[in-house]
């Protein structure tokens, strides 16, 4: 009797590459912005939009003089109306207000963890990919003690795959 060899090929590079694709989809189905915060912390801003109504905020900081800082959010967004006669100029975009929870971290000689509530306003430029934000973050402290702290600052995004189902003008 013949032996038959049999050779197996593993399926484990494909699988991973169909798990690649198929991340990379369900990100573009979104838009995710990159850009920078000035203030407290001063670092990296990421945003990745979920809805209309609500997106996800992440940055990566250092605060001065020196410290690693991580905070994420998930905000709620509402359309700011303005009867465009009571102002001199005129801003072609989208303005909104957003609020939402958050976590925050730190890494210092005195890390912390905490929770804040971010407040903010964001304006996307017409026609761009392009947004600007103002916000503030009170929070509080919630390890190793507890305490309050205040954090916010103003940046600036480029989105990629920017979706018109975003827009709303």
Known sequence: SRRRSRVRVSSAPLTNMNLLIALIFSLSRGSIGTGFILGQPTGLSFSYILSRANF?????????????????????????????????????????FYSGPGLSFEIDTSSYFGIRADLGL????????????????????LFPETTAFMEGGIGGRFYFFKKNRHKSY
Do not use: C, M
């Open 56 to 96: 996800s905020e992440i940055a990566l900081a250092w605060a001065i003089p020196g410290r690693f800082h991580f905070n994420a959010d998930l905000l709620f967004q509402w359309d700011i109306q303005a009867n465009q006669e009571d102002f001199e100029i005129e801003l072609p975009g989208r303005f909104t």
């Open 122 to 141: 964001r304006y996307e430029l017409k026609g761009t990919p392009i947004d600007i934000f103002l916000e503030v973050a009170p929070g509080v402290r």
